[in-house]
């Protein structure tokens, strides 16, 4: 029943059969329309594979257990304690070209008892949370500001309120975007710049308009190209004109 996710397989994704390895089981939410190789039950919505056939939870020995979606960490984390077999569903995603967790099967006793669990201490981790956003709020507030001087440091004739904008959107908590990555939080002067020409781009050029007229994203830079470097140019000007 132990099975593998790969992303090699034919057809971007596979699951791989490892009998007797003590790898814990998968169950697969799949959208295609199969039926159990064993009973013929189907299509399943939920199925484990197994010698390389997909196989309903029943025939898996799973058809024990309840589905827990993905959602309520604590929940979740707890479900896992109180069962004694537990199974994580996974369903692949095309567009990233992996698997990617959905929730987990649990025992139905496990999971009430789970329950419980989380309505004795859900006020307290009620005030948790909040006393965790606060935090992560104050962090995030000074993380903004300091990206924000750091466009001004490298970019001294962008105007104050400018900058802050630009550092705001850029270091976005969970926005992916440049403030947030690696470079972003150690502020390198690499990403602070691109976050800086990103900016430009959208705001000062008609960049936005080219790509809602059918223009290519790359012919479309190539053409603000010029508009962006006489912005970032002037912006930094201010420096040059200070020295001396």
């Known amino acids: 029943m132990a099975v593998r996710v790969t992303s090699s397989s034919a057809g971007g994704g596979g699951i791989r059969p490892l009998t007797g390895s003590g790898t814990a089981p ?4 799949s959208p295609k329309k199969k ?21 309903c939870l029943h025939c898996g020995d799973l058809g024990h257990l309840v589905f827990l979606p993905r ?37 139905e006793a496990g999971l009430a008892r789970a329950e419980q669990r989380c309505l004795a201490d859900a006020e307290a981790r009620r005030r948790r949370r909040a006393r965790d956003a606060r935090r992560r709020a104050v962090e995030d507030a000074h993380f903004a500001e ?16 400018r900058a802050r904008e630009i550092a705001g959107y850029a270091s976005l908590r969970g926005s992916g975007r440049v403030g947030r990555s690696a470079a972003g939080r150690a502020l390198t002067e690499g990403a602070v710049t691109s976050a800086v020409v990103a900016a430009v781009r959208h705001v000062d050029t008609p960049y936005d308009q080219l790509l809602m007229s059918g223009v290519h994203r ?3 830079r190539r053409r603000i ?14 420096a040059l004109g200070s020295v001396g």
């Open 218 to 220: 790359y012919e479309a």
């Open 225 to 238: 190209a010029a508009t962006v470097e006489t912005v970032l140019s002037q912006w930094r000007r201010a």
């Open 26 to 29: 998968v169950v697969i939410q």
């Open 35 to 55: 039926r159990c190789a064993q009973c013929r039950r189907g299509p399943l919505s939920l199925l484990v594979m197994e010698e390389g056939v997909p196989r």
């Open 146 to 161: 300091a990206f924000a001087a750091e466009i001004l440091r490298l970019f001294p004739g962008c105007p104050p309120e």
């Open 71 to 107: 959602g309520d960490t604590a929940l979740t984390r707890r479900a896992r304690e109180e069962s004694s077999l537990s199974v994580v569903v996974v369903r692949f995603n095309r567009r990233r070209s992996r698997y990617e967790r959905q929730g987990v099967l649990v025992e």
